[in-house]
């Protein structure tokens, strides 16, 4: 079979199917094209001296990478004068950015975390940029916050590229999961894997360990029945892994199952969680449940909440089915 490109992709959901319009065609083309960008970047390492700090502090409070920076401009550079947008929101900036007024507006909102997994950026394992579409409310010409504030549900697209061994994108049109890898001398995204179900049966777990004395009673409850392995009340043993970079630890679920946790603790619990609901909460919750897995905050379903800024950090459960359920009946019970 001939390989298919994302833009053979993308122009056959549009016009065969007319799954898509051709500006959100557009703008999933303009973000995958800033993804090259920040992969070639990234791909450069020291050599490009662009690993280290930039010497500033982003509205979380967070050190800012060099790349984290860069990754940033390249986002915002692509995506401003394609007429395709109405704003756009980053992790990494304190306001929204609106699409400057020399250049055609939109009818989406881009939102995106131009570079998670900052930590992993100087010790070369994996990091990504995470994105979410949503359309700009009506009526609205000028968006702010407010426009943004809308239940992950919303969501028309949602995707992530994964900057490891290879470049993967994966994108969700909210019609399943397809999977893309950068052929790097082509330099196009090509087909790999295309509706991506998520494994239903899992013995793999994700949560940072460390902060377990921290952690709420029915995390504990259930992630020491997992560690209590094949004598527990799970009768089999279960394996730990923790990446550190959500896209990494997210795309290890989607291809071979598993369940990743980042709980609200005793630690984050007066900023919510530790996650952002807009960047990277919502948008992964949506390309799980596509993949026919399950994203919770602990109590209900992540997509089903209303922002309340732009920032909002949230609890975060996603992965394989059965066992996301499980972690979040231990709460309601709770
Ligand atoms: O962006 C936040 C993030 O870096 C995620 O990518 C990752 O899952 C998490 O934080 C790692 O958290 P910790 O530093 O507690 O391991
Ligand atoms: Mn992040």
Same mark, same amino acid.
């Given at each position: 079979?001939?390989p298919?490109s994302?833009?053979?992709?993308?122009?056959?959901e549009?016009?065969?199917?007319?799954? @898509?319009?051709?500006?959100?065609?557009l703008?999933i083309?303009?973000?995958?094209?800033?993804c090259?960008s920040?992969?070639?970047?990234v791909?450069?390492?020291?050599?490009g001296?662009?690993?280290?700090?930039?010497?500033?502090t982003?509205?979380?409070?967070e050190?800012q990478?060099k790349?984290?920076?860069l990754? #940033?401009e @390249?986002?915002?550079?692509?995506n401003?004068?394609g007429?395709?947008l109405a704003?756009?929101?980053?992790?990494e900036?304190?306001d929204? +950015?609106?699409?400057?007024? !020399?250049?055609?507006k939109?009818?989406?909102?881009?939102?995106?975390?131009?570079?998670d997994?900052s930590s992993?950026?100087?010790?070369n394992v994996?990091?990504g940029t995470?994105?979410?579409v949503?359309?700009?409310?009506?009526g609205?010409?000028?968006p702010?916050?407010?426009?943004f504030?809308q239940?992950g549900?919303?969501q028309?697209?949602?995707?992530?590229?994964?900057?490891?061994?290879s470049?993967?994108?994966?994108?969700t049109?909210?019609d399943?999961?397809n999977v893309?890898?950068l052929d !790097?001398?082509?330099?196009s995204?090509v087909l790999?894997r295309?509706?991506v179900?998520?494994?239903e049966?899992t013995?793999?777990?994700?949560?940072?360990a460390s #902060?377990?004395? +921290?952690?709420?009673?029915?995390v504990? !409850?259930?992630?020491?029945?997992l560690?209590?392995g094949?004598?527990?009340?799970?009768?089999?043993d279960? #394996?730990m892994?923790?990446?550190?970079s959500m896209?990494?630890?997210?795309?290890?679920?989607?291809?071979r199952?598993?369940?990743f946790?980042?709980?609200v603790?005793?630690k984050?619990?007066?900023k919510g969680?530790?996650?952002?609901?807009?960047?990277?909460?919502?948008?992964?919750?949506?390309i799980?449940?596509?993949?026919g897995?399950?994203?919770?905050?602990? +109590?209900?379903?992540?997509?089903?909440?209303?922002?309340?800024g732009?920032h909002?950090r949230?609890?975060?459960?996603?992965?394989?089915?059965?066992?996301?359920? !499980?972690?979040?009946?231990?709460?309601?019970?709770?």
């Amino acid at each position: 079979m001939k390989p298919v490109s994302l833009s053979r992709f993308l122009i056959e959901e549009q016009r065969d199917k007319a799954q @898509i319009r051709p500006d959100l065609r557009l703008l999933i083309e303009v973000v995958a094209r800033a993804c090259k960008s920040i992969s070639i970047a990234v791909g450069k390492g020291a050599l490009g001296g662009v690993l280290g700090d930039a010497g500033a502090t982003n509205i979380q409070g967070e050190a800012q990478k060099k790349l984290d920076v860069l990754s #940033n401009e @390249i986002l915002l550079e692509a995506n401003e004068w394609g007429g395709h947008l109405a704003a756009i929101a980053s992790e990494e900036m304190d306001d929204p +950015h609106p699409i400057p007024h !020399r250049y055609p507006k939109g009818e989406y909102l881009l939102v995106f975390d131009p570079l998670d997994g900052s930590s992993n950026i100087d010790v070369n394992v994996s990091v990504g940029t995470i994105f979410s579409v949503l359309r700009c409310p009506e009526g609205v010409t000028e968006p702010t916050e407010a426009a943004f504030l809308q239940p992950g549900a919303q969501q028309v697209a949602a995707g992530y590229c994964v900057y490891g061994p290879s470049t993967i994108l994966v994108l969700t049109l909210g019609d399943g999961v397809n999977v893309f890898t950068l052929d !790097r001398e082509v330099g196009s995204f090509v087909l790999t894997r295309r509706g991506v179900r998520i494994p239903e049966e899992t013995s793999e777990f994700a949560i940072n360990a460390s #902060n377990q004395r +921290h952690w709420e009673a029915p995390v504990q !409850r259930y992630v020491a029945e997992l560690t209590a392995g094949k004598t527990g009340p799970r009768g089999r043993d279960f #394996n730990m892994r923790w990446v550190a970079s959500m896209v990494a630890d997210v795309h290890r679920i989607l291809t071979r199952g598993g369940i990743f946790m980042y709980p609200v603790d005793a630690k984050c619990r007066d900023k919510g969680g530790r996650l952002r609901l807009l960047y990277e909460a919502n948008p992964m919750a949506l390309i799980v449940e596509q993949a026919g897995g399950a994203a919770t905050d602990g +109590h209900g379903r992540l997509l089903d909440r209303t922002p309340r800024g732009l920032h909002e950090r949230v609890p975060v459960f996603l992965g394989s089915r059965q066992e996301v359920e !499980r972690v979040t009946a231990y709460h309601r019970e709770a």
